[in-house]
Protein backbone atom coordinates (compact mmCIF):
# COMPACT_ATOMS: atom_id res chain seq x y z
CA UNK A 1 0.00 0.00 0.00
CA UNK A 2 2.78 2.43 0.66
CA UNK A 3 3.52 2.92 -2.92
CA UNK A 4 -0.61 3.11 -3.78
CA UNK A 5 -1.51 6.71 -4.75
CA UNK A 6 -4.46 6.45 -2.85
CA UNK A 7 -2.66 6.66 0.08
CA UNK A 8 -1.73 10.87 -0.91
CA UNK A 9 -4.19 13.15 0.66
CA UNK A 10 -7.55 13.60 -1.15
CA UNK A 11 -6.48 10.59 -3.88
CA UNK A 12 -9.54 9.21 -4.48
CA UNK A 13 -9.84 5.42 -3.28
CA UNK A 14 -9.65 3.24 -5.68
CA UNK A 15 -6.67 5.67 -7.96
CA UNK A 16 -7.40 6.41 -10.83
CA UNK A 17 -11.15 6.06 -10.12
CA UNK A 18 -13.42 9.09 -11.69
CA UNK A 19 -16.74 7.90 -9.38
CA UNK A 20 -14.54 6.38 -6.31
CA UNK A 21 -16.27 6.33 -3.45
CA UNK A 22 -13.72 7.21 -0.50
CA UNK A 23 -11.13 9.42 -0.63
CA UNK A 24 -7.57 9.27 0.95
CA UNK A 25 -6.80 10.61 4.57
CA UNK A 26 -3.82 8.44 5.27
CA UNK A 27 -2.63 10.37 8.75
CA UNK A 28 -4.27 11.38 11.73
CA UNK A 29 -3.52 15.08 10.88
CA UNK A 30 -4.95 14.94 7.66
CA UNK A 31 -8.61 13.61 9.13
CA UNK A 32 -8.18 16.17 11.79
CA UNK A 33 -6.96 19.12 9.26
CA UNK A 34 -10.08 17.70 6.72
CA UNK A 35 -12.95 18.20 9.56
CA UNK A 36 -10.93 21.83 10.10
CA UNK A 37 -10.91 22.82 6.42
CA UNK A 38 -7.85 23.29 6.08
CA UNK A 39 -6.28 24.51 2.75
CA UNK A 40 -3.75 21.94 2.49
CA UNK A 41 -6.05 18.61 2.59
CA UNK A 42 -9.11 20.43 0.68
CA UNK A 43 -7.12 21.78 -1.84
CA UNK A 44 -6.38 18.08 -2.74
CA UNK A 45 -9.11 16.17 -2.36
CA UNK A 46 -10.26 14.84 -6.00
CA UNK A 47 -13.56 13.32 -4.46
CA UNK A 48 -15.14 13.03 -1.19
CA UNK A 49 -17.38 10.32 0.80
CA UNK A 50 -20.15 10.78 1.94
CA UNK A 51 -21.00 12.64 -1.39
CA UNK A 52 -23.66 14.47 0.62
CA UNK A 53 -20.99 16.34 2.48
CA UNK A 54 -18.36 16.53 -0.26
CA UNK A 55 -20.27 17.28 -3.61
CA UNK A 56 -18.55 15.41 -6.83
CA UNK A 57 -16.69 17.84 -8.84
CA UNK A 58 -18.92 16.63 -11.80
CA UNK A 59 -21.84 17.96 -10.19
CA UNK A 60 -20.33 20.87 -9.14
CA UNK A 61 -19.39 21.62 -13.38
CA UNK A 62 -22.61 20.62 -14.87
CA UNK A 63 -24.59 23.01 -11.81
CA UNK A 64 -22.66 26.14 -12.57
CA UNK A 65 -23.37 25.50 -16.08
CA UNK A 66 -27.10 25.65 -15.74
CA UNK A 67 -26.83 28.78 -13.54
CA UNK A 68 -24.73 30.39 -15.74
CA UNK A 69 -27.34 29.76 -18.51
CA UNK A 70 -30.15 29.76 -16.02
CA UNK A 71 -29.19 31.77 -13.32
CA UNK A 72 -26.98 34.76 -11.85
CA UNK A 73 -23.68 34.97 -10.75
CA UNK A 74 -24.85 35.19 -7.01
CA UNK A 75 -26.87 31.70 -7.23
CA UNK A 76 -26.40 28.47 -6.41
CA UNK A 77 -27.61 25.03 -7.77
CA UNK A 78 -28.28 21.92 -6.41
CA UNK A 79 -29.28 19.22 -9.02
CA UNK A 80 -32.40 16.29 -8.55
CA UNK A 81 -33.14 13.27 -11.06
CA UNK A 82 -36.76 14.41 -10.66
CA UNK A 83 -39.43 17.67 -10.04
CA UNK A 84 -41.10 15.61 -7.33
CA UNK A 85 -37.47 15.79 -5.72
CA UNK A 86 -36.57 19.05 -6.38
CA UNK A 87 -40.08 20.01 -5.14
CA UNK A 88 -39.36 18.53 -1.62
CA UNK A 89 -36.43 20.68 -1.59
CA UNK A 90 -38.00 23.65 -2.30
CA UNK A 91 -41.03 22.86 0.37
CA UNK A 92 -37.76 22.45 2.66
CA UNK A 93 -36.77 25.89 1.51
CA UNK A 94 -39.47 27.61 1.79
CA UNK A 95 -39.63 25.91 5.55
CA UNK A 96 -36.16 27.14 6.61
CA UNK A 97 -35.96 30.38 4.82
CA UNK A 98 -39.82 31.98 4.66
CA UNK A 99 -38.42 35.49 4.19
CA UNK A 100 -37.36 34.52 0.51
CA UNK A 101 -39.96 35.24 -2.20
CA UNK A 102 -40.90 32.53 -4.69
CA UNK A 103 -38.51 33.63 -7.38
CA UNK A 104 -35.32 33.67 -5.24
CA UNK A 105 -35.48 30.11 -5.11
CA UNK A 106 -37.38 27.95 -8.34
CA UNK A 107 -37.33 24.75 -9.85
CA UNK A 108 -35.68 24.47 -13.10
CA UNK A 109 -36.43 21.44 -15.62
CA UNK A 110 -34.28 19.89 -17.76
CA UNK A 111 -34.93 17.35 -20.53
CA UNK A 112 -33.58 15.98 -23.39
CA UNK A 113 -34.69 17.81 -27.04
CA UNK A 114 -36.25 15.09 -29.47
CA UNK A 115 -34.58 12.25 -30.54
CA UNK A 116 -34.75 13.72 -34.33
CA UNK A 117 -33.30 16.75 -32.90
CA UNK A 118 -30.61 15.07 -31.16
CA UNK A 119 -29.27 11.79 -32.55
CA UNK A 120 -31.77 11.20 -35.64
CA UNK A 121 -31.50 7.20 -34.55
CA UNK A 122 -33.55 5.48 -32.20
CA UNK A 123 -30.88 4.74 -29.93
CA UNK A 124 -31.39 7.21 -27.19
CA UNK A 125 -30.77 7.66 -23.00
CA UNK A 126 -33.46 10.19 -22.04
CA UNK A 127 -31.92 11.81 -18.62
CA UNK A 128 -33.68 14.53 -17.39
CA UNK A 129 -32.69 16.51 -14.02
CA UNK A 130 -34.52 19.09 -11.82
CA UNK A 131 -32.48 21.94 -10.52
CA UNK A 132 -33.18 24.01 -7.43
CA UNK A 133 -31.73 27.51 -7.92
CA UNK A 134 -31.40 29.61 -4.97
CA UNK A 135 -29.52 32.80 -3.59
CA UNK A 136 -25.99 31.28 -2.74
CA UNK A 137 -25.88 33.15 0.51
CA UNK A 138 -28.55 30.11 1.40
CA UNK A 139 -26.18 27.85 -0.10
CA UNK A 140 -26.37 25.58 4.12
CA UNK A 141 -30.16 25.35 3.58
CA UNK A 142 -30.01 23.71 0.10
CA UNK A 143 -27.21 21.45 1.29
CA UNK A 144 -29.01 20.51 4.37
CA UNK A 145 -31.59 19.03 1.98
CA UNK A 146 -29.14 17.40 -0.29
CA UNK A 147 -27.38 16.34 2.63
CA UNK A 148 -30.08 14.34 5.03
CA UNK A 149 -32.11 13.10 1.96
CA UNK A 150 -29.38 11.68 -0.10
CA UNK A 151 -31.51 12.22 -3.46
CA UNK A 152 -29.15 14.61 -5.25
CA UNK A 153 -27.85 12.81 -8.56
CA UNK A 154 -24.87 10.62 -8.92
CA UNK A 155 -21.55 11.72 -10.35
CA UNK A 156 -22.42 9.75 -13.55
CA UNK A 157 -25.35 11.19 -14.01
CA UNK A 158 -24.23 14.46 -13.69
CA UNK A 159 -21.16 13.41 -16.16
CA UNK A 160 -23.89 12.23 -18.88
CA UNK A 161 -26.26 15.56 -18.68
CA UNK A 162 -23.05 17.93 -18.78
CA UNK A 163 -22.08 16.14 -22.32
CA UNK A 164 -25.73 16.60 -23.34
CA UNK A 165 -26.32 20.47 -22.07
CA UNK A 166 -23.02 21.45 -23.19
CA UNK A 167 -24.33 20.51 -26.64
CA UNK A 168 -27.61 22.27 -26.26
CA UNK A 169 -29.59 18.63 -26.27
CA UNK A 170 -30.57 19.10 -22.73
CA UNK A 171 -33.36 21.79 -22.48
CA UNK A 172 -35.63 23.61 -20.19
CA UNK A 173 -38.93 21.53 -20.10
CA UNK A 174 -41.05 24.55 -21.06
CA UNK A 175 -39.54 24.53 -24.52
CA UNK A 176 -39.72 20.74 -25.20
CA UNK A 177 -42.98 19.38 -24.22
CA UNK A 178 -43.04 16.69 -26.25
CA UNK A 179 -43.49 12.84 -23.90
CA UNK A 180 -41.12 10.27 -23.62
CA UNK A 181 -41.06 6.84 -24.21
CA UNK A 182 -40.68 4.50 -21.49
CA UNK A 183 -39.34 0.43 -21.70
CA UNK A 184 -38.90 -1.97 -19.26
CA UNK A 185 -40.69 -3.70 -16.68
CA UNK A 186 -43.90 -2.72 -15.68
CA UNK A 187 -42.99 -1.74 -11.88
CA UNK A 188 -39.95 0.65 -13.64
CA UNK A 189 -42.42 2.58 -16.08
CA UNK A 190 -44.06 4.60 -14.11
CA UNK A 191 -42.45 8.30 -13.02
CA UNK A 192 -38.89 6.87 -13.92
CA UNK A 193 -36.26 9.62 -14.12
CA UNK A 194 -34.52 7.95 -16.52
CA UNK A 195 -36.17 5.94 -20.21
CA UNK A 196 -33.78 3.39 -21.38
CA UNK A 197 -34.42 2.08 -25.14
CA UNK A 198 -30.14 1.45 -26.22
CA UNK A 199 -26.69 2.07 -25.89
CA UNK A 200 -23.71 0.89 -27.19
CA UNK A 201 -20.13 0.74 -25.42
CA UNK A 202 -20.37 3.07 -23.10
CA UNK A 203 -20.83 5.68 -25.85
CA UNK A 204 -24.37 7.87 -26.19
CA UNK A 205 -25.78 8.19 -29.25
CA UNK A 206 -25.87 12.03 -28.83
CA UNK A 207 -22.11 11.95 -29.09
CA UNK A 208 -21.54 9.05 -31.93
CA UNK A 209 -19.73 9.97 -34.36
CA UNK A 210 -18.84 13.76 -33.36
CA UNK A 211 -15.41 12.93 -32.38
CA UNK A 212 -16.06 12.53 -28.56
CA UNK A 213 -16.10 8.97 -27.84
CA UNK A 214 -12.65 9.21 -26.51
CA UNK A 215 -12.40 8.54 -22.95
CA UNK A 216 -10.48 9.62 -20.41
CA UNK A 217 -8.45 7.77 -18.44
CA UNK A 218 -10.26 7.36 -15.10
CA UNK A 219 -13.02 6.21 -17.43
CA UNK A 220 -11.05 3.33 -19.28
CA UNK A 221 -9.74 1.90 -16.35
CA UNK A 222 -13.29 2.16 -14.78
CA UNK A 223 -15.22 0.23 -17.60
CA UNK A 224 -12.47 -2.18 -18.77
CA UNK A 225 -12.46 -6.05 -18.05
CA UNK A 226 -15.78 -6.64 -18.89
CA UNK A 227 -17.90 -3.71 -17.26
CA UNK A 228 -18.20 -1.60 -20.78
CA UNK A 229 -21.74 -0.34 -20.38
CA UNK A 230 -24.94 -1.50 -22.65
CA UNK A 231 -27.64 1.03 -20.83
CA UNK A 232 -30.20 -1.11 -22.60
CA UNK A 233 -29.40 -3.70 -19.95
CA UNK A 234 -30.29 -1.48 -17.61
CA UNK A 235 -33.93 -2.64 -16.88
CA UNK A 236 -32.59 -5.89 -16.71
CA UNK A 237 -29.59 -4.70 -14.26
CA UNK A 238 -32.33 -3.55 -11.84
CA UNK A 239 -34.02 -6.39 -12.01
CA UNK A 240 -31.46 -8.56 -11.18
CA UNK A 241 -29.83 -6.57 -8.24
CA UNK A 242 -33.67 -6.86 -6.81
CA UNK A 243 -33.56 -10.67 -6.74
CA UNK A 244 -30.13 -10.50 -5.61
CA UNK A 245 -30.95 -8.49 -2.65
CA UNK A 246 -34.08 -10.75 -2.02
CA UNK A 247 -31.28 -13.55 -1.98
CA UNK A 248 -33.03 -15.60 -5.00
CA UNK A 249 -30.33 -14.94 -6.76
CA UNK A 250 -26.50 -15.99 -5.37
CA UNK A 251 -25.03 -17.19 -8.30
CA UNK A 252 -21.39 -15.33 -10.06
CA UNK A 253 -23.30 -15.39 -13.82
CA UNK A 254 -23.81 -12.85 -16.39
CA UNK A 255 -26.80 -10.85 -16.29
CA UNK A 256 -28.46 -12.81 -19.42
CA UNK A 257 -27.95 -16.34 -17.23
CA UNK A 258 -28.78 -15.13 -13.97
CA UNK A 259 -32.04 -13.88 -15.33
CA UNK A 260 -32.82 -17.56 -16.35
CA UNK A 261 -32.02 -18.91 -12.91
CA UNK A 262 -34.59 -20.64 -10.77
CA UNK A 263 -34.58 -18.83 -7.29
CA UNK A 264 -31.87 -20.05 -4.86
CA UNK A 265 -34.36 -20.97 -1.98
CA UNK A 266 -32.06 -21.67 0.80
CA UNK A 267 -30.68 -17.88 0.50
CA UNK A 268 -34.14 -15.93 -0.05
CA UNK A 269 -35.14 -14.47 3.40
CA UNK A 270 -37.29 -17.13 5.07
CA UNK A 271 -40.62 -14.90 5.07
CA UNK A 272 -43.37 -16.60 3.53
CA UNK A 273 -44.37 -14.38 0.44
CA UNK A 274 -41.68 -12.36 -0.27
CA UNK A 275 -39.76 -11.69 -3.47
CA UNK A 276 -38.36 -9.32 -5.58
CA UNK A 277 -41.34 -7.23 -5.99
CA UNK A 278 -40.94 -6.09 -2.62
CA UNK A 279 -37.41 -4.63 -3.21
CA UNK A 280 -37.07 -1.16 -3.76
CA UNK A 281 -34.10 0.52 -5.21
CA UNK A 282 -32.23 4.14 -4.14
CA UNK A 283 -29.60 6.47 -5.41
CA UNK A 284 -27.82 5.73 -2.36
CA UNK A 285 -28.45 4.55 1.03
CA UNK A 286 -29.53 7.48 2.76
CA UNK A 287 -32.23 8.11 0.00
CA UNK A 288 -33.83 4.80 1.28
CA UNK A 289 -33.50 5.55 4.66
CA UNK A 290 -35.23 9.51 3.91
CA UNK A 291 -38.05 7.97 1.72
CA UNK A 292 -38.49 5.36 4.00
CA UNK A 293 -39.50 7.78 6.87
CA UNK A 294 -41.39 10.23 4.54
CA UNK A 295 -43.47 6.92 2.91
CA UNK A 296 -44.02 5.87 6.62
CA UNK A 297 -45.37 9.67 7.08
CA UNK A 298 -47.33 9.28 4.18
CA UNK A 299 -49.38 5.76 5.33
CA UNK A 300 -49.51 6.59 9.03
CA UNK A 301 -49.47 10.56 9.54
CA UNK A 302 -47.55 13.00 11.38
CA UNK A 303 -46.17 11.19 14.37
CA UNK A 304 -42.75 11.05 16.07
CA UNK A 305 -39.99 8.13 15.53
CA UNK A 306 -38.17 6.50 17.98
CA UNK A 307 -33.88 6.28 16.90
CA UNK A 308 -33.05 3.12 19.13
CA UNK A 309 -29.02 2.44 19.64
CA UNK A 310 -26.52 5.34 18.34
CA UNK A 311 -27.24 5.80 15.17
CA UNK A 312 -25.77 6.70 11.58
CA UNK A 313 -25.52 10.62 11.98
CA UNK A 314 -28.00 12.01 9.21
CA UNK A 315 -30.73 9.13 9.93
CA UNK A 316 -31.22 11.12 13.58
CA UNK A 317 -31.28 14.36 11.60
CA UNK A 318 -33.66 12.99 9.18
CA UNK A 319 -36.45 12.31 11.85
CA UNK A 320 -35.55 15.44 13.77
CA UNK A 321 -35.91 18.04 11.06
CA UNK A 322 -38.29 16.31 8.70
CA UNK A 323 -40.87 15.64 10.49
CA UNK A 324 -42.47 16.07 14.29
CA UNK A 325 -39.25 14.76 15.63
CA UNK A 326 -37.93 11.72 18.07
CA UNK A 327 -37.75 10.07 21.28
CA UNK A 328 -33.62 9.26 20.96
CA UNK A 329 -32.06 5.86 23.19
CA UNK A 330 -28.87 6.55 22.60
CA UNK A 331 -27.25 3.01 24.46
CA UNK A 332 -30.07 0.82 22.50
CA UNK A 333 -29.97 -0.69 26.23
CA UNK A 334 -32.47 -3.01 27.97
CA UNK A 335 -32.95 -0.25 30.17
CA UNK A 336 -33.71 1.69 26.81
CA UNK A 337 -36.42 -0.80 25.51
CA UNK A 338 -37.73 -0.50 29.83
CA UNK A 339 -38.17 3.40 29.60
CA UNK A 340 -40.01 2.82 26.44
CA UNK A 341 -42.52 -0.42 27.30
CA UNK A 342 -43.44 2.28 30.20
CA UNK A 343 -44.10 5.19 27.48
CA UNK A 344 -45.69 3.27 25.75
CA UNK A 345 -48.18 1.66 28.40
CA UNK A 346 -48.75 5.18 29.29
CA UNK A 347 -50.72 5.78 26.40
CA UNK A 348 -47.53 7.67 23.88
CA UNK A 349 -48.01 6.77 19.93
CA UNK A 350 -45.06 6.85 17.35
CA UNK A 351 -44.85 6.38 14.36
CA UNK A 352 -41.62 3.56 13.82
CA UNK A 353 -38.55 2.71 15.36
CA UNK A 354 -35.44 3.01 13.66
CA UNK A 355 -32.36 0.98 14.35
CA UNK A 356 -29.12 -0.62 12.70
CA UNK A 357 -28.30 -4.47 13.66
CA UNK A 358 -25.24 -4.52 14.44
CA UNK A 359 -24.96 -0.89 15.29
CA UNK A 360 -21.97 1.46 13.82
CA UNK A 361 -19.36 1.77 14.53
CA UNK A 362 -19.79 -0.07 18.45
CA UNK A 363 -21.31 -3.16 16.92
CA UNK A 364 -23.77 -3.60 19.48
CA UNK A 365 -26.87 -5.54 18.06
CA UNK A 366 -30.38 -4.68 19.48
CA UNK A 367 -32.96 -7.05 21.08
CA UNK A 368 -34.87 -7.14 17.92
CA UNK A 369 -37.24 -9.83 19.54
CA UNK A 370 -38.19 -7.74 22.31
CA UNK A 371 -38.83 -4.54 19.94
CA UNK A 372 -41.29 -6.87 17.23
CA UNK A 373 -43.33 -7.70 20.34
CA UNK A 374 -43.30 -4.40 21.46
CA UNK A 375 -44.38 -3.23 17.62
CA UNK A 376 -47.41 -5.42 17.23
CA UNK A 377 -48.51 -4.31 21.00
CA UNK A 378 -48.01 -0.66 20.25
CA UNK A 379 -48.61 -0.19 16.70
CA UNK A 380 -45.49 1.25 15.30
CA UNK A 381 -43.54 -0.18 12.40
CA UNK A 382 -39.74 -1.38 12.47
CA UNK A 383 -37.16 0.01 10.48
CA UNK A 384 -33.92 -2.19 10.34
CA UNK A 385 -30.57 -0.89 8.39
CA UNK A 386 -28.86 -4.11 7.87
CA UNK A 387 -26.00 -2.67 6.08
CA UNK A 388 -23.74 -3.58 8.49
CA UNK A 389 -24.58 -6.95 9.14
CA UNK A 390 -25.91 -7.89 5.43
CA UNK A 391 -28.30 -10.69 5.04
CA UNK A 392 -26.19 -13.26 4.00
CA UNK A 393 -24.62 -13.60 7.74
CA UNK A 394 -28.13 -11.81 9.32
CA UNK A 395 -31.99 -12.10 8.42
CA UNK A 396 -33.83 -9.16 10.02
CA UNK A 397 -37.17 -9.23 7.77
CA UNK A 398 -38.85 -11.39 10.23
CA UNK A 399 -38.67 -8.37 12.37
CA UNK A 400 -39.03 -5.37 10.64
CA UNK A 401 -41.83 -3.74 8.41
CA UNK A 402 -39.05 -2.15 6.66
CA UNK A 403 -35.22 -2.87 6.14
CA UNK A 404 -33.04 -0.29 4.20
CA UNK A 405 -29.69 -0.80 2.99
CA UNK A 406 -26.78 1.01 1.69
CA UNK A 407 -25.85 -1.19 -1.73
CA UNK A 408 -22.83 0.77 -1.88
CA UNK A 409 -20.78 -0.74 0.83
CA UNK A 410 -20.06 -4.71 0.87
CA UNK A 411 -23.09 -5.42 -1.70
CA UNK A 412 -21.39 -3.31 -4.30
CA UNK A 413 -17.17 -3.86 -2.94
CA UNK A 414 -15.76 -1.89 -5.78
CA UNK A 415 -16.32 1.36 -3.98
CA UNK A 416 -16.52 3.07 -7.66
CA UNK A 417 -21.05 3.24 -7.39
CA UNK A 418 -23.34 4.19 -5.16
CA UNK A 419 -27.05 2.68 -4.29
CA UNK A 420 -29.66 1.96 -1.32
CA UNK A 421 -32.40 -0.19 -0.90
CA UNK A 422 -35.68 -0.54 0.89
CA UNK A 423 -37.45 -3.80 1.03
CA UNK A 424 -41.17 -4.04 2.70
CA UNK A 425 -41.99 -7.59 5.23
CA UNK A 426 -44.57 -9.12 3.35
CA UNK A 427 -45.94 -10.51 6.61
CA UNK A 428 -45.76 -7.42 8.95
CA UNK A 429 -48.44 -5.73 10.35
CA UNK A 430 -48.08 -2.48 8.67
CA UNK A 431 -47.39 -4.07 5.25
CA UNK A 432 -50.53 -3.47 3.40
CA UNK A 433 -50.90 0.09 3.65
CA UNK A 434 -47.27 0.31 3.26
CA UNK A 435 -47.19 -1.29 -0.09
CA UNK A 436 -50.18 0.68 -0.91
CA UNK A 437 -48.29 3.79 -0.22
CA UNK A 438 -44.83 2.22 -1.34
CA UNK A 439 -46.53 1.86 -4.85
CA UNK A 440 -48.13 5.38 -4.98
CA UNK A 441 -44.91 7.41 -4.02
CA UNK A 442 -42.32 5.50 -5.27
CA UNK A 443 -40.04 6.93 -7.88
CA UNK A 444 -37.44 5.25 -9.47
CA UNK A 445 -33.92 7.26 -9.44
CA UNK A 446 -31.43 5.30 -9.59
CA UNK A 447 -29.46 6.24 -12.97
CA UNK A 448 -29.10 3.44 -15.84
CA UNK A 449 -25.14 3.46 -15.66
CA UNK A 450 -24.73 3.01 -11.94
CA UNK A 451 -27.20 0.49 -12.48
CA UNK A 452 -25.45 -1.36 -14.70
CA UNK A 453 -21.87 -1.13 -12.93
CA UNK A 454 -24.12 -2.01 -9.70
CA UNK A 455 -25.12 -5.45 -10.41
CA UNK A 456 -21.23 -6.17 -12.20
CA UNK A 457 -20.10 -5.77 -8.85
CA UNK A 458 -22.43 -7.76 -7.44
CA UNK A 459 -22.37 -10.60 -9.13
CA UNK A 460 -19.73 -12.06 -6.85
CA UNK A 461 -21.63 -11.02 -3.26
CA UNK A 462 -21.76 -14.68 -1.58
CA UNK A 463 -17.90 -15.77 -2.24
CA UNK A 464 -16.69 -12.11 -0.70
CA UNK A 465 -18.91 -12.05 2.09
CA UNK A 466 -17.63 -15.34 3.19
CA UNK A 467 -13.72 -14.20 2.97
CA UNK A 468 -14.82 -11.07 4.75
CA UNK A 469 -15.82 -12.87 7.58
CA UNK A 470 -13.11 -14.88 7.64
CA UNK A 471 -10.45 -11.80 7.28
CA UNK A 472 -12.05 -10.01 10.12
CA UNK A 473 -12.59 -12.52 12.48
CA UNK A 474 -8.50 -12.94 12.59
CA UNK A 475 -7.87 -9.21 12.73
CA UNK A 476 -10.39 -9.06 15.79
CA UNK A 477 -8.12 -11.54 17.27
CA UNK A 478 -5.14 -9.77 16.57
CA UNK A 479 -6.21 -6.63 18.27
CA UNK A 480 -7.74 -8.77 21.49
CA UNK A 481 -4.51 -10.12 22.03
CA UNK A 482 -2.64 -6.91 22.26
CA UNK A 483 -1.82 -5.50 25.44
CA UNK A 484 -1.89 -1.63 23.95
CA UNK A 485 -5.53 -2.05 22.87
CA UNK A 486 -8.59 -1.64 25.30
CA UNK A 487 -11.24 -2.29 23.81
CA UNK A 488 -12.37 -4.22 20.47
CA UNK A 489 -15.96 -4.06 18.95
CA UNK A 490 -17.25 -6.89 16.52
CA UNK A 491 -20.38 -8.58 17.42
CA UNK A 492 -18.47 -11.97 18.20
CA UNK A 493 -17.05 -10.50 21.53
CA UNK A 494 -20.30 -7.96 22.25
CA UNK A 495 -21.77 -8.59 25.33
CA UNK A 496 -25.31 -8.53 22.95
CA UNK A 497 -24.16 -11.57 21.56
CA UNK A 498 -26.96 -13.16 21.87
CA UNK A 499 -29.34 -10.94 20.12
CA UNK A 500 -26.82 -11.15 17.21
CA UNK A 501 -27.24 -14.77 16.90
CA UNK A 502 -31.04 -14.95 17.04
CA UNK A 503 -30.91 -13.28 13.32
CA UNK A 504 -27.39 -14.97 12.69
CA UNK A 505 -28.13 -17.64 9.41
CA UNK A 506 -26.71 -21.10 9.83
CA UNK A 507 -23.59 -20.23 7.58
CA UNK A 508 -23.24 -16.85 8.47
CA UNK A 509 -20.33 -14.77 10.12
CA UNK A 510 -20.05 -11.69 12.09
CA UNK A 511 -19.51 -9.06 9.46
CA UNK A 512 -16.03 -7.59 8.14
CA UNK A 513 -16.71 -4.55 10.28
CA UNK A 514 -14.86 -3.86 13.82
CA UNK A 515 -13.33 -1.13 15.49
CA UNK A 516 -10.86 -0.43 18.44
CA UNK A 517 -9.75 1.90 21.27
CA UNK A 518 -6.47 2.45 23.02
CA UNK A 519 -5.76 3.82 25.78
CA UNK A 520 -4.25 7.08 24.70
CA UNK A 521 -4.69 9.58 21.90
CA UNK A 522 -0.72 8.86 21.06
CA UNK A 523 -1.48 5.15 20.93
CA UNK A 524 -3.90 5.42 18.42
CA UNK A 525 -2.67 8.32 16.13
CA UNK A 526 0.89 6.19 16.26
CA UNK A 527 -1.01 2.79 15.40
CA UNK A 528 -3.17 4.55 13.03
CA UNK A 529 -0.33 6.27 10.73
CA UNK A 530 1.81 2.72 10.66
CA UNK A 531 -1.25 0.86 9.49
CA UNK A 532 -0.70 0.18 6.03
CA UNK A 533 -3.57 0.03 4.69
CA UNK A 534 -5.79 2.38 2.74
CA UNK A 535 -7.39 5.24 4.80
CA UNK A 536 -10.81 7.22 4.08
CA UNK A 537 -14.31 7.34 5.08
CA UNK A 538 -17.40 4.65 3.57
CA UNK A 539 -16.38 0.67 4.61
CA UNK A 540 -17.72 -2.79 2.78
CA UNK A 541 -14.83 -1.78 0.11
CA UNK A 542 -13.19 -5.14 -1.01
CA UNK A 543 -10.25 -4.13 0.12
CA UNK A 544 -9.30 -2.97 4.20
CA UNK A 545 -10.27 0.11 4.58
CA UNK A 546 -9.41 2.33 7.96
CA UNK A 547 -10.25 5.71 9.57
CA UNK A 548 -10.26 7.45 12.75
CA UNK A 549 -14.38 7.26 12.59
CA UNK A 550 -15.77 9.65 15.14
CA UNK A 551 -13.04 12.22 14.12
CA UNK A 552 -14.74 12.12 10.73
CA UNK A 553 -18.31 11.62 11.45
CA UNK A 554 -18.88 13.49 14.78
CA UNK A 555 -16.09 16.23 15.11
CA UNK A 556 -18.80 18.90 15.81
CA UNK A 557 -19.65 16.59 18.41
CA UNK A 558 -17.17 14.80 20.03
CA UNK A 559 -18.61 14.96 23.47
CA UNK A 560 -21.76 14.21 22.84
CA UNK A 561 -20.54 10.88 21.43
CA UNK A 562 -18.11 10.09 23.72
CA UNK A 563 -21.79 10.95 25.93
CA UNK A 564 -22.74 7.32 24.56
CA UNK A 565 -19.77 5.22 24.70
CA UNK A 566 -18.20 6.25 21.65
CA UNK A 567 -14.63 7.68 22.32
CA UNK A 568 -13.24 10.45 20.10
CA UNK A 569 -9.93 8.40 19.38
CA UNK A 570 -12.06 5.21 18.17
CA UNK A 571 -10.50 3.28 15.23
CA UNK A 572 -12.87 1.25 12.34
CA UNK A 573 -11.69 -0.87 10.40
CA UNK A 574 -13.85 -2.53 7.22
CA UNK A 575 -11.82 -5.82 6.31
CA UNK A 576 -11.29 -6.56 3.03
CA UNK A 577 -10.33 -9.68 0.77
CA UNK A 578 -6.40 -9.36 1.20
CA UNK A 579 -4.66 -12.63 2.23
CA UNK A 580 -5.39 -13.19 5.81
CA UNK A 581 -1.78 -13.88 6.89
CA UNK A 582 -0.15 -10.24 5.00
CA UNK A 583 -3.03 -8.81 6.73
CA UNK A 584 -2.42 -9.83 10.01
CA UNK A 585 1.20 -9.23 9.53
CA UNK A 586 -0.01 -5.54 8.22
CA UNK A 587 -1.74 -5.21 11.43
CA UNK A 588 0.95 -6.43 13.36
CA UNK A 589 3.28 -3.82 12.40
CA UNK A 590 1.11 -1.26 13.35
CA UNK A 591 0.75 -2.48 16.77
CA UNK A 592 4.21 -2.82 16.95
CA UNK A 593 4.58 1.04 16.57
CA UNK A 594 2.99 1.66 19.67
CA UNK A 595 5.34 3.29 22.29
CA UNK A 596 6.22 1.12 24.98
Known amino acids: MAADPANDVGESIPAMTAHAVSVSLPTWKSNVAYEEGEEWVISKMKTGYPRRFFIHKSIQK ?13 EGAFLFP ?87 LLVD ?22 DITGHSNGVDSATKGTGDEVQD ?58 SEDDVYLYPTGMSSIFNSHRTLLAARGELKSIIFG ?25 EDLDDL ?41 VVIDETVGNFLNVNVLPYSDVVVSSLTKVFSGDSNVMGGSAILNPKGRQFQVLKKTWEAEYEDNHWAEDSVFLERNSRDFVPRIERINTNAEAICDVLRAHPRVKQVNYPKYSPTRPFYDQCR ?75 AKELVDTFERALRAIPQ
Request: glycine letters at 8%; proline letters at 6%; aromatic letters at 12%.
Open 310 to 334: FPYVDTLKIVQKFGPGCLFYGFGSA
Open 173 to 194: RRKQEEPRMCKGPKRYQKKTSV
Open 341 to 381: EKRLEGGEKYLALFTEFPGNPLLKSPDLQRIRTLADTYDFA
Open 505 to 579: NPNGGYGGLLSATFYSTADAVAFFDHLDTAKGPSLGTNFTLSSPYVILAHYSELDWAASFGVETDLVRFSVGLED
Open 82 to 168: SNAVASRCLAFFNRQAPQLGPQSVRVVDLVPVTPAASSGTAEEVSPSISVVIFPQENFSVAKAYWQHSGDGISSRRADYCFNLFSKG
Open 217 to 274: PTRFVEERFGRNLDLSLAANAKLAIRRRIAGSLTADVGLTEALTLERDEERTRKVAGF
Open 62 to 74: LAAAIVQKYGHPS
